[in-house]
T-cell receptor, first 111, second 113 residues
Framework: NAGVTQTPKFQVLKTGQSMTLQCAQD?????MSWYRQDPGMGLRLIHY???????DQGEVPNGYNVSRSTTEDFPLRLLSAAPSQTSVYFC??????????FGPGTRLTVL | DQQVKQNSPSLSVQEGRISILNCDYT??????FLWYKKYPAEGPTFLIS?????DKNEDGRFTVFLNKSAKHLSLHIVPSQPGDSAVYFC????????????FGPGTRLSVLP
């Protein structure tokens, strides 16, 4: 039981490049979400999904896309990276309304 | 405008003493609150929760108190241990938030030996 896994752990991009952050969970959780953590800001919700085929925007969705084709996977796509997207990204999963299990995070730097 | 506030960015406590971490919220629709603990280079891990129908919840050395009228909750750690040194996030949710949680900015706790 690996819980929530994220890849890569670290990534450096140039402005304008695109990439996909991977997230997978093996707990059969319906709910999955992506957060970004910035100093002094806590965790801010980017996008979330309540089940396969269903996604919705969180607090800070601009510049990011998500899809949920399976229960296990919830990738986050950066369409055209900007320095403002330099952050630590966390994926989480849970049963509806329960506490969330977080992945180890991806530290992204955009130059 | 932050709906969940943790006004102390950092806190230092001597080993064996009590640590008190505070959290305030502005949205009266919040009815479920959680505390998460985060070590460097790791994801947050769930610590303890409380529903608005209760005013206290205990789990070992950790107790969370909720004061609904003041929109305030606190996490007490007794006795504090060096392994408790981490960043603590308060999070809140309510019926109008579905399954989503709003997180505070975190408090960094240092427990000194």
């Amino acid at each position: 039981n690996a819980g929530v896994t994220q890849t890569p752990k670290f990534q450096v991009l140039k402005t304008g490049q695109s990439m996909t952050l991977q997230c997978a969970q093996d707990m059969n959780h319906e709910y999955m979400s992506w957060y970004r953590q910035d100093p002094g800001m806590g965790l801010r919700l980017i996008h979330y999904s309540v089940g396969a085929g269903i996604t919705d925007q969180g607090e800070v969705p601009n510049g990011y896309n998500v899809s949920r084709s399976t229960t296990e996977d919830f990738p986050l796509r950066l369409l055209s990276a900007a320095p403002s997207q330099t952050s630590v990204y966390f994926c989480a999963s849970s049963w509806p309304g329960d506490e969330q299990f977080f992945g180890p995070g991806t530290r992204l730097t955009v130059l | 405008d932050q709906q969940v506030k943790q006004n102390s960015p950092s806190l230092s406590v001597q080993e064996g003493r009590i640590s008190i971490l505070n959290c305030d919220y502005t949205n009266s629709m919040f009815d479920y609150f959680l505390w998460y603990k985060k070590y460097p280079a790791e994801g947050p891990t769930f610590l303890i929760s409380i529903s608005s129908i209760k005013d206290k919840n205990e789990d070992g050395r950790f107790t969370v108190f909720l004061n609904k009228s003041a929109k305030h909750l606190s996490l007490h750690i007794v006795p504090s241990q060096p392994g408790d040194s981490a960043v603590y996030f308060c999070a809140a949710s309510g019926h109008n938030y579905g399954q989503n949680f709003v997180f505070g900015p975190g408090t960094r706790l240092s427990v000194l030996p």
